[in-house]
């Protein structure tokens, strides 16, 4: 038995189901609001009918054909109505549906309506019980809708589930490389690399990985060094590593060649700053290129090269002066 689907553009105008011999059996039952309703709610027609018919069907329990088509009808009214996908799923199970048939109607209605809640915990639903099968699709179905809205939350955490629980992490990494290539700024991308080194089981983990990101995100930080989310990337690498972090000296060095470029250079001096609160000893190289930065407006008194740090990121980071005064108020009084 194939998924009851419904009606869809272009097929013939709908027939009222009062209309249809299949229902004549069935005596709608309305909404009931109660005797005084405070503000009742102006439903069309088509859609109190298909509402009074399925309040029929699901208060008999009817398991049939024709109730998991009403569904169909139902969810293309208001497809955020979990009391009825609830219904279908039992119906799906009952009847024996073919759920690779299902998989297209959600397709269907994600199409015009890809941000639902509802929708997402169904296809999980499916997809779990067809199992390994339906990896493959499931990961072109995620990609489809990322090539349209790159940060959609649903498709990415679907993506995360269908990996853990199904598999196919062998292409993974190589697809987040390719999203950042079309944008390096696409931050859900950059997540879900963090997610693909530290989760999959083919990698060998964070330290494994390590290495090779840590120079990956260094051209990308040269390549866009106004791109915060290659910086934060950087820093998760060395989770709970705060040793590895500062004596890495990739990361360091990163730091000077943007700030000797003198532009862009925003996150390059909150990692140094970073850096030097957790122990790092900066050398002259690193001084010089602080000083060039200073204005003429600048205390000739203050050797602090923290303090400086933040005086400098008062001026270029105005939205959070605040922030960089509160951080220089918490740096340790130089004797």
Same mark, same amino acid.
């Given at each position: 038995?194939?998924?009851?689907?419904?009606?869809?553009?272009?097929?013939?105008?709908?027939?009222?189901?009062?209309?249809?011999?299949?229902?004549?059996?069935?005596?709608?039952?309305?909404?009931?609001?109660?005797?005084?309703?405070?503000?009742?709610?102006?439903?069309?027609?088509?859609?109190?009918?298909?509402?009074?018919?399925?309040? #029929?069907?699901?208060?008999?329990?009817?398991?049939?054909?024709?109730?998991?088509?009403?569904?169909?009808?139902?969810?293309?009214?208001? #497809?955020?109505?979990?009391?009825?996908?609830?219904?279908?799923?039992?119906?799906?199970?009952?009847?024996?549906?073919?759920?690779?048939?299902?998989?297209?109607?959600?397709?269907?209605?994600?199409?015009?309506?890809?941000? !639902?809640?509802?929708?997402?915990?169904?296809?999980?639903?499916?997809?779990?019980?067809?199992?390994?099968?339906?990896?493959?699709?499931?990961?072109?179905?995620? =990609?489809?809708?990322?090539?349209?809205?790159?940060?959609?939350?649903?498709?990415?955490?679907?993506?995360?589930?269908?990996?853990? #629980?199904?598999?196919?992490?062998?292409?993974?990494?190589?697809?987040?490389?390719?999203?950042?290539?079309?944008?390096?700024?696409?931050?859900?991308?950059?997540?879900?690399?963090?997610?693909?080194?530290?989760?999959?089981?083919?990698?060998?983990?964070?330290? #494994?990985?390590?290495?090779?990101?840590?120079?990956?995100?260094?051209?990308?930080?040269?390549?866009?060094?106004?791109?915060?989310?290659?910086?934060?990337?950087?820093?998760?690498?060395? =989770?709970?590593?705060?040793?590895?972090?500062? !004596?890495?000296?990739?990361?360091?060095?990163?730091?000077? =060649?943007?700030?000797?470029?003198?532009?862009?250079?925003?996150?390059?001096?909150?990692? %140094?700053?970073?850096?030097?609160?957790?122990?790092?000893?900066? !050398?002259?190289?690193?001084?010089?290129?602080?000083?060039? %930065?200073?204005?003429?407006?600048?205390?000739?008194?203050?050797?602090?090269?923290?303090?400086?740090?933040?005086?400098?990121?008062?001026?270029?980071?105005?939205?959070?002066?605040?922030?960089?005064?509160?951080? =220089?108020?918490?740096?340790?009084?130089?004797?």
């Amino acid at each position: 038995m194939e998924s009851g689907s419904g009606k869809s553009e272009g097929e013939e105008e709908r027939v009222p189901l009062r209309d249809r011999a299949e229902w004549s059996d069935v005596t709608p039952v309305p909404q009931d609001d109660g005797p005084s309703p405070v503000v009742p709610i102006n439903y069309t027609e088509e859609f109190a009918e298909v509402m009074d018919y399925f309040r #029929a069907i699901y208060l008999a329990n009817e398991h049939s054909p024709r109730a998991l088509a009403l569904t169909a009808e139902v969810i293309h009214f208001n #497809a955020g109505n979990y009391t009825v996908w609830h219904f279908r799923r039992l119906l799906l199970e009952s009847l024996k549906v073919d759920l690779h048939s299902e998989l297209e109607f959600v397709e269907r209605i994600a199409s015009s309506n890809s941000k !639902n809640y509802q929708i997402w915990h169904h296809r999980r639903w499916v997809a779990e019980k067809l199992g390994p099968e339906a990896r493959n699709g499931e990961l072109e179905f995620t =990609k489809k809708i990322l090539s349209i809205d790159a940060k959609h939350y649903h498709a990415w955490s679907h993506r995360q589930w269908i990996l853990q #629980a199904l598999g196919g992490w062998e292409d993974e990494l190589n697809y987040c490389s390719e999203l950042l290539e079309e944008d390096i700024f696409n931050n859900s991308a950059w997540n879900q690399r963090y997610f693909v080194i530290t989760r999959s089981p083919l990698l060998g983990g964070l330290k #494994a990985m390590r290495e090779s990101e840590v120079l990956y995100t260094v051209e990308a930080i040269i390549a866009y060094p106004e791109n915060e989310s290659s910086w934060r990337y950087l820093r998760g690498l060395f =989770k709970d590593e705060t040793a590895s972090y500062v !004596n890495d000296p990739e990361v360091s060095s990163v730091c000077l =060649k943007i700030l000797n470029t003198k532009s862009n250079y925003l996150f390059a001096l909150s990692t %140094l700053l970073d850096l030097i609160c957790h122990g790092f000893q900066p !050398n002259k190289d690193f001084r010089d290129a602080i000083d060039a %930065l200073k204005t003429s407006d600048f205390d000739k008194e203050e050797l602090d090269l923290a303090r400086n740090i933040c005086s400098i990121l008062e001026q270029v980071d105005p939205i959070r002066a605040n922030y960089w005064i509160w951080r =220089k108020s918490r740096l340790p009084q130089v004797a």
